[in-house]
């Protein structure tokens, strides 16, 4: 399946309180249609002996872009289990969208070929003239006094 295709037939659903389960989300929004996966990410680690805890929304995956489309008309801004939902198309996530996810653009290889002189070559330690001045142990130099 296309990556845009499985875009318009995933859903966000906001709100969530710490009670609702990949049950109750099975559970209220079968009856809009076929539901292929339900995704609620857990929340980051704080006990290892903590129950299960989400992050308070979760992604659902329906067989077609229609059924999508109609749990959000009905389930945006209604309630479940006394929170008000948000639902929406899900988008993607930005960071993964990018080649290098979230590590830095200079811990890319070729962009270090294509941006980055070497040393020598860019006027840095190599090409800059050494002070004569003793140093005072903090890196500066120290200051004449008069």
Same mark, same amino acid.
């Given at each position: ?9 995933t ?11 990949e ?5 209220t929004f ?20 903590? /129950?299960f805890?989400?992050? %308070?929304? #979760?992604?659902?995956?329906?067989? *077609?872009?229609?059924?999508a489309?109609?749990?959000i &008309?009905?389930?945006?801004?209604n ?7 948000k639902?929406?198309?899900?988008r993607p ?14 811990e890319n ?8 002189k /070497?040393?020598?070559?860019s %006027?840095? #330690?190599g090409?800059?003239?050494? *002070? ?7 890196? &500066?130099?120290a200051m004449?006094?008069?």
């Amino acid at each position: 399946m296309e990556e845009g295709t499985k875009a318009k037939k995933t859903i966000f659903v906001g709100g969530l309180t710490e009670q609702v389960d990949e049950a109750a989300i099975i559970e209220t929004f079968q009856t809009f249609g076929d539901i292929l996966e339900v995704q609620l990410p857990s929340a980051p680690e704080t006990h290892r002996d903590a /129950p299960f805890k989400h992050r %308070g929304f #979760a992604f659902v995956t329906f067989s *077609s872009p229609a059924d999508a489309q109609d749990a959000i &008309d009905n389930m945006d801004m209604n309630e479940l289990q006394g929170k008000v939902l948000k639902v929406n198309i899900a988008r993607p996530n930005k960071t993964m969208a990018t080649p290098t996810g979230s590590r830095a653009i200079w811990e890319n290889e070729d962009w270090l070929k294509a941006h980055v002189k /070497p040393l020598a070559e860019s %006027g840095g #330690a190599g090409g800059r003239p050494r *002070s004569e001045e003793p140093e005072d142990g903090d890196g &500066d130099a120290a200051m004449d006094e008069a």
